[in-house]
């Protein structure tokens, strides 16, 4: 039998969790400027080697990052504005409804109306001086050329759903319902003119964001990035590439992804994402997975593979099933797809998220793809019977979590525990009847696992109303944000500490783990 092969995780190293829309920002959402220089200065003070964000893919209905309409393009809400403005393509006055908007969440409703605005008047002022360049970042003309591939569909795509009304692109005219090449040459002017407003974005987006990647990695901190196992049926993915799908004649799935009945649901889950024709990317040797993966690594340092264990079976589920029970469980494309991904991508470092109710097979699948799998904390508790997820069971090929972005916050969780195990974890933790995130931190950190990672609320040891999401419910979700004077009370009060533990649990990434001794230096 074929030995699997080691992960790519052989240093000990701390990050921490923030999606961008959480950062201080002028504009009512945390952007790509200088809060989130600032940010990084910070985790660089710290030691922390890694900062990992949610996916940044432009959001639609719900502001879910796990819902986008493009898996390649990014969020026009994090571009820094105020960067626009001094190059003269914005006011003072056009930004003033964004500068007024909240700064301690994001007012989604608010930034939609206003924010698009500000846009396209930006986009209409550059078009009108006829230049190819602004604000330094580089040739637009040889942005398009170098992203057409995905650039001209996804900005059409934008552009012909503003043009129908905002819906779905299987309810448009057939006419506009299959891309193709040769489709923007059919479009109404200004359909034309809305898809190069797109283009002008995605090309400050990108700029932007190479700048920010640049600037972290001076000064030693990488990012992780999130990628979806399933994409949106109403995205530009799904539109320009309907072969990768299990789509009938009209583009309308024949079947969606979700999750079987469980302990938490009786239902199950109704994701509604489109399934992959599997036997199809296998006939092309997976190349458009291998495309998206590639085009992910040239965005991060690390990307977390989200629902890792659709790659070895996944639930299938009718289209127009009201709900998840009537699915069966599939086989993926297992092993087979990730030997592709290796040898297209030899220097691939990818975390899979592999969490939730999860058997063996998929325990030697993770194995025999060499890729490290996640373990949380509060996952020890209530949840799993065997504790896999309690520190002293971690395995050093693994990333250690306080929480995720769909867990409550640590100092939330320590709040609410039942009274059958509250006393036990408060022994483990050694945490004296505080309900503080603080000895939850050090224990990760303690952890053997090489990689750990703490979301900012955290750190901040904030309650459960600073939660991220809550799985299942539909308000209130991505919107909380950290203001300025908090990460600078943090800093003072908290950051040495940090820095401490980081150096004292061998966590400054800088020194390869070995599993044997070396003699005392000079003998």
Sequence with gaps: MEAPPPTWLHTRAAGVLAHLSSLPGDYGIG??????????????????????????????????????????????????????????????????PLRALPADRVDYGRLYAHLWVALAQASDRFAALGADACCGFGSLAGFRAANASWLEPFADFM?????????????WPAAFRRWSPALRATLPADVRREAGRHEFY?????????????YAAARG???????????????????????????????????????????????????????????????????????????????????????FRGFDTYWEIPAGAPDART?????????????????AIPEAKIIAEDLGYIGPAVVDLR?????????????????????????????PESVAYTGTHDNTTARGWLESLPPAYAAQVD???????????????????????????????????????????????QDGNWQWRVETPALHRWREEKLAALAHWIRLFDRTGGRPVRDYSEPPAGQ
Aim: with cysteine; proline share 7%.
């Design 327 to 343: 699915g069966q469980w599939r086989c993926g494309p297992g092993v087979e797809f990730f030997r592709a991904v290796r040898t």
């Design 367 to 395: 194995r025999a793809a060499g890729l490290p799998g996640m373990k949380v904390v509060q996952f020890a508790y209530g949840h799993d019977a065997n504790n896999a997820n309690l520190p002293h069971f971690y395995p």
């Design 159 to 171: 552009a012909l759903k503003a043009h129908c009304g905002g819906r779905a692109w299987t309810t």
């Design 31 to 96: 952007n790509l400027g200088p809060g989130a220089r600032a940010f990084v200065d910070l985790l660089a003070e710290a030691g922390v080697r890694y900062w990992q964000i949610c996916p940044i893919g432009p959001t639609g209905y719900g502001d879910s990052p796990y819902q986008t309409f493009s898996g390649r393009a990014g969020n026009p809400y994090f571009i820094d504005l105020g960067e626009l403005q001094a190059g003269g393509l914005l006011t003072a006055e056009e930004l003033a």
């Design 221 to 307: 901190v990488g990012i992780i990035g999130d990628v979806p196992i399933f994409v949106a049926l109403d995205s530009a993915d799904t539109w320009q590439n309907r072969a990768v799908f299990q789509l009938d004649a009209e583009g309308q799935p024949l079947a969606v992804a979700g999750v079987p009945p469980d302990y938490f649901s009786a239902l199950g889950q109704l994701w509604g994402n489109p399934l992959y024709d599997w036997a199809h990317l296998r006939g092309t040797g997976f190349a458009w997975w291998i495309d998206r993966l590639r085009a992910a690594f040239e965005l991060y340092d690390i990307i977390r593979l989200d629902h």
């Design 202 to 214: 995605q090309y400050v987006f990108f700029a932007q964001w190479d700048r920010l990647r640049r």
């Design 427 to 473: 022994e483990y933790f050694q945490l004296g009847g505080s309900r503080s995130a603080w000895p939850v931190i050090r224990a990760t950190l303690a952890s053997v696992s090489r990689l750990a990672v703490v979301p900012l609320q955290d750190l901040l040891d904030l309650p459960a109303a600073a939660t991220f999401n809550r799985p299942g419910t």
